[in-house]
């Protein structure tokens, strides 16, 4: 069953020394381990739960004004979401005017001071990327990256803040001049260094993406940061808790939370694919853990 729409707001499981029954909230509905509390306020029981939240989440789940899990991670698991970086990278892609034709590959360099000297009209956001290009040969859209701060800045911009920004920096970057001709008439076209004379680029729609203020996200790309580790990405892999139940004794129920998603694969983590390989993992640890055969 796929319930749509329901976003889960706090995890209860039983951590050691922790009665499985009457937890914080003293609820006792059945003895399944794992309670779950939805944004509407309906909850629901469970044996196990995988999160696949992204480490920006994570982030904010361990702050002390959250309060995402109950019981809180145990420190090794909040010591490696803290140290792992996780980074905001956006696109933005622009729609050419039907007049504008033959756009080229900008690769733009800009010096610091005196780039701000000479083009003063080029937004400092825009400064930090390094190309604005056609997504295909001929293609009247054109795409270019942020990254850091700048990402976050270009969130909060208006799609006219953006175009403008965008227009006033290619026509500095491609100033208007006549076309050059030979003596018997030919044309040379050359599109990478000018625009023809009378004719300006136009750009006509924006659509950027907005990775780091979406709170289902909040930023796009897990990396080893300074003082991290792959070690890290192992640890945030670790499901809670991790071993068996001996029989006879008053642990509590293995792998009530298994963590999947890209930060939490030591190879492959920035990747679609290694979120992909991280949950298939889980699944085979839960399939291992009831005797079945693993895919």
């Known amino acids: 069953m796929i319930q749509l729409g329901r976003r889960v707001e706090k995890i209860e499981w039983q951590a050691d020394g922790v009665d499985g029954i009457h937890m914080e909230n003293g609820y006792c509905d059945d003895s399944r381990p794992v309670k779950l509390h939805f944004c509407d306020g309906s909850t629901m029981s469970a044996d196990h739960v995988i999160?696949?939240?992204?480490?920006g989440v994570?982030?904010?789940?361990?702050?002390?004004?959250?309060?995402?899990?109950n019981p809180s991670l145990p420190s090794s698991k909040t010591g490696a979401i803290s140290r792992l970086?996780?980074?905001?990278?956006?696109?933005?892609?622009?729609?050419?005017?039907q007049e504008t034709t033959d756009f080229p590959f900008?690769?733009?360099?800009?010096?610091p001071q005196d780039s701000e000297l000479r083009h003063p009209k080029i937004p400092h956001w825009i400064r930090?990327?390094?190309?604005?290009?056609?997504?295909?040969?001929?293609?009247?859209?054109?795409?270019?990256?942020?990254?850091?701060?700048?990402?976050?800045?270009?969130?909060?911009?208006?799609?006219?803040?953006?175009?403008?920004?965008?227009?006033?920096?290619?026509?500095?970057l491609l100033p208007s001049k006549p076309t050059p001709k030979s003596r018997n008439g030919t044309t040379y076209d050359n599109p990478g260094t000018t625009i023809p004379e009378?004719?300006?680029?136009?750009?006509?729609?924006?659509?950027?993406?907005?990775?780091g203020t979406n709170p289902l996200f909040l930023g796009s790309y897990s990396y080893i940061a300074v003082g991290s580790s792959i070690d890290d990405?192992?640890?945030?892999?670790?499901?809670?808790?991790q071993h068996s139940t001996s029989p006879g004794t008053q642990t509590p129920p293995p792998l009530q939370i298994l963590f999947a998603g890209e930060a939490t694969h030591r190879t492959h983590y920035s990747t679609t694919h290694g979120a992909y390989f991280s949950g298939l993992r889980e699944a085979n640890r839960l399939l291992k853990h009831y005797n079945h055969i693993g895919v």
Not at 85 to 97: A, E, H, M, P, T
Not at 198 to 211: D, I, Y
Request: with cysteine; net charge neutral.
């Open 85 to 97: 970086g996780y980074g905001v990278v956006n696109k933005v892609f622009l729609q050419l005017s």
């Open 106 to 111: 900008l690769q733009m360099v800009f010096h």
């Open 51 to 55: 999160v696949t939240v992204s480490l």
């Open 198 to 211: 009378g004719k300006q680029v136009k750009f006509e729609k924006a659509l950027r993406t907005q990775w």
């Open 128 to 172: 930090k990327t390094s190309f604005l290009c056609p997504i295909y040969s001929n293609s009247r859209i054109v795409l270019s990256w942020f990254t850091g701060q700048e990402a976050l800045e270009l969130e909060s911009l208006t799609e006219e803040e953006i175009i403008s920004g965008f227009s006033a920096t290619v026509s500095n």
């Open 233 to 241: 990405m192992d640890t945030l892999a670790e499901p809670l808790p």
């Open 58 to 69: 994570l982030k904010r789940g361990i702050s002390q004004d959250s309060g995402m899990f």
